[in-house]
């Protein structure tokens, strides 16, 4: 696709760096689900626990990772505790716990150094963090950790070709359950589906893989092929999310749109990754009964055969350099990227002019989705057939760009979140999290 045109309607203003920033590199920052911290990661084997309300630094975490600590998860679904796991470079992931006193206001910091990992007389556990227990099993490094949404399963990938899920069993106690080497290639990302017990994987194999328990094992229920280079990220879509509000709010729109929008739905939240090949793409599984809920409390858990997924499609192509990171935010379904060349990228779902020409979902010569490939003709003709009379209604466009967000230096992530301090307009107001080679992380607010 060309490159959009450079009137957007949007911009992207920068609020505040947090402060004081790291001295190295800074990989990876995760908002805190319901508290406004976020906490990132650094290449001095630290982690930073920063607050979106004064955007200055609460307290640093080090002494628990040997070497860079790459990725950070929350886990969500609890209250009166924060948990935090995060993966390193060491090829362990470490599990983290506070105690939440409802005082976010930030003190004069402090650094809690875990060094003989589990250590924590000097600590005051009823107000710092304590180093709970470590993860081994990996090989190399670890470059990303992510938690189900429940909360039962944490997931972990490596440079090792590997992606582990963990099941928490009790308090401090987790069990292997599954160890997944279909992949060729480094694993650089996992993200859970936001309703189902279903795992997406990208990784250096230009591959994204989807994963799930069939009756008593995990096992890849699908393949999506398209990207011609790594795939750094993948992110999944909100639930009932839909062109900037829920898909259940069809109030005053033609029938058409509705029917479409409906369809839509019924294939579940979509998928959205990010390449070293410079394009964004957007996989949706083809309609079929929605998996089970996720149930931290369940021990038998329902399986389910192959999936079919399809491009759905290519988003505008912005970006000079590899994209590093792509994220979907769940409050207004619009997505961001960043990447190599510095610049943040603001995208949103539009529904196409009134007598625009629409465009398939499966093109004459399909991407391989599902199990579809050149060596399976027959899968691929079935995703041709899916594709047949269905018909896209909307367009991606640009309605934000920032150039250069941290000077010379690349930007290695960007995410949503919650904008918590005093100049916040409305409680759904988000803001944007860049996280930089410089060290620094930057919070931005878009104007639109």
Same mark, same amino acid.
């Given at each position: 696709?060309?490159?959009?045109?450079?009137?957007?309607?949007?911009?992207?203003?920068?609020?505040?760096?947090?402060?004081?920033?790291?001295?190295?590199?800074?990989?990876?920052?995760?908002?805190?689900?319901?508290?406004?911290?976020?906490?990132?990661?650094?290449?001095?084997?630290?982690?930073?626990?920063?607050?979106?309300?004064?955007?200055?630094?609460?307290?640093?975490?080090?002494?628990?990772?040997?070497?860079?600590?790459?990725?950070?998860?929350?886990?969500?679904?609890?209250?009166?505790?924060?948990?935090?796991?995060?993966?390193?470079?060491?090829?362990?992931?470490?599990?983290?716990?506070?105690?939440?006193?409802?005082?976010?206001?930030?003190?004069?910091?402090?650094?809690?150094?875990?060094?003989?990992?589990?250590?924590?007389?000097?600590?005051?556990?009823?107000?710092?963090?304590?180093?709970?227990?470590?993860?081994?099993?990996?090989?190399?490094?670890?470059?990303?950790?992510?938690?189900?949404?429940?909360?039962?399963?944490?997931?972990?990938?490596?440079?090792?070709?590997?992606?582990?899920?963990?099941?928490?069993?009790?308090?401090?106690?987790?069990?292997?359950?599954?160890? +997944?080497?279909?992949?060729?290639?480094?694993?650089?990302?996992?993200?859970?589906?936001?309703?189902?017990?279903?795992?997406?994987?990208?990784?250096?194999?230009?591959?994204?893989?989807?994963?799930?328990?069939?009756?008593?094992?995990?096992?890849? @229920?699908?393949?999506?092929?398209?990207?011609?280079?790594?795939?750094?990220?993948?992110?999944?879509?909100?639930?009932?999310?839909? +062109?900037?509000?829920?898909?259940?709010?069809?109030?005053?729109?033609?029938?058409?749109?509705?029917?479409?929008?409906?369809?839509?739905?019924?294939?579940?939240?979509?998928?959205?990754?990010?390449?070293?090949?410079?394009?964004?793409?957007?996989?949706?599984?083809?309609?079929?009964?929605?998996?089970?809920?996720?149930?931290?409390?369940?021990?038998?858990?329902?399986?389910?055969?192959?999936?079919?997924?399809?491009?759905?499609?290519?988003?505008?192509?912005?970006?000079?350099?590899?994209?590093?990171?792509?994220?979907?935010?769940?409050?207004?379904?619009?997505?961001?990227?960043?990447?190599?060349?510095?610049?943040?990228?603001?995208?949103?779902?539009?529904?196409?002019?009134?007598?625009?020409?629409?465009?398939?979902?499966?093109?004459?010569?399909?991407?391989?989705?599902?199990?579809?490939?050149?060596?399976?003709?027959?899968?691929?003709?079935?995703?041709?057939?899916?594709?047949?009379?269905?018909?896209?209604?909307?367009?991606? @466009?640009?309605?934000?760009?920032?150039?250069?967000?941290?000077?010379?230096?690349?930007?290695?992530?960007?995410?949503?979140?919650?904008?918590?301090?005093?100049?916040?307009?409305?409680?759904?107001?988000?803001?944007?999290?860049?996280?930089?080679?410089?060290?620094?992380?930057?919070?931005?607010?878009?104007?639109?």
């Amino acid at each position: 696709m060309s490159i959009p045109p450079p009137s957007h309607k949007g911009t992207i203003t920068l609020l505040s760096p947090l402060t004081p920033p790291s001295l190295a590199r800074t990989w990876f920052t995760a908002p805190h689900p319901t508290l406004p911290i976020v906490a990132t990661c650094s290449s001095d084997k630290s982690v930073r626990v920063y607050s979106l309300t004064s955007f200055t630094l609460l307290s640093t975490i080090s002494g628990g990772h040997k070497r860079s600590v790459r990725s950070c998860a929350w886990k969500p679904g609890i209250k009166g505790e924060s948990v935090l796991a995060t993966g390193s470079f060491d090829a362990s992931v470490g599990v983290w716990k506070r105690w939440e006193m409802g005082d976010l206001n930030p003190k004069p910091q402090r650094e809690l150094d875990f060094t003989d990992r589990g250590d924590t007389d000097n600590a005051d556990e009823d107000e710092e963090w304590r180093f709970a227990l470590v993860l081994d099993g990996h090989d190399s490094e670890v470059k990303s950790v992510a938690w189900s949404t429940a909360g039962n399963f944490l997931a972990t990938c490596s440079r090792d070709k590997s992606v582990w899920i963990w099941e928490e069993v009790g308090e401090d106690d987790f069990e292997t359950i599954a160890v +997944l080497q279909e992949h060729s290639g480094d694993v650089k990302c996992v993200s859970w589906h936001p309703e189902e017990e279903l795992l997406a994987s990208a990784s250096y194999d230009d591959d994204i893989r989807l994963w799930r328990e069939e009756i008593d094992d995990w096992g890849c @229920v699908a393949v999506l092929r398209g990207h011609e280079s790594t795939v750094w990220s993948v992110g999944w879509e909100g639930v009932d999310i839909m +062109l900037g509000g829920k898909a259940t709010e069809m109030e005053g729109l033609a029938q058409e749109k509705k029917d479409w929008i409906e369809r839509r739905d019924k294939a579940g939240p979509r998928l959205v990754s990010c390449s070293d090949d410079l394009s964004i793409r957007i996989w949706r599984r083809r309609p079929r009964d929605k998996g089970p809920a996720q149930n931290p409390l369940s021990i038998m858990r329902s399986g389910s055969s192959q999936e079919e997924w399809v491009e759905e499609v290519k988003l505008p192509r912005v970006h000079e350099r590899a994209i590093y990171a792509v994220a979907w935010s769940h409050k207004t379904g619009r997505l961001l990227s960043t990447g190599g060349d510095g610049r943040i990228i603001v995208y949103e779902e539009q529904w196409k002019p009134a007598g625009d020409e629409t465009m398939k979902v499966i093109e004459e010569t399909p991407t391989t989705n599902g199990y579809a490939n050149a060596d399976n003709p027959a899968a691929v003709e079935t995703m041709e057939d899916v594709g047949k009379g269905i018909e896209e209604a909307t367009e991606w @466009v640009v309605i934000a760009k920032m150039e250069g967000a941290h000077g010379v230096f690349e930007v290695n992530h960007v995410c949503w979140a919650a904008r918590a301090d005093r100049a916040k307009t409305h409680n759904d107001e988000e803001v944007i999290v860049s996280t930089g080679d410089d060290g620094v992380v930057k919070v931005w607010s878009l104007n639109i």
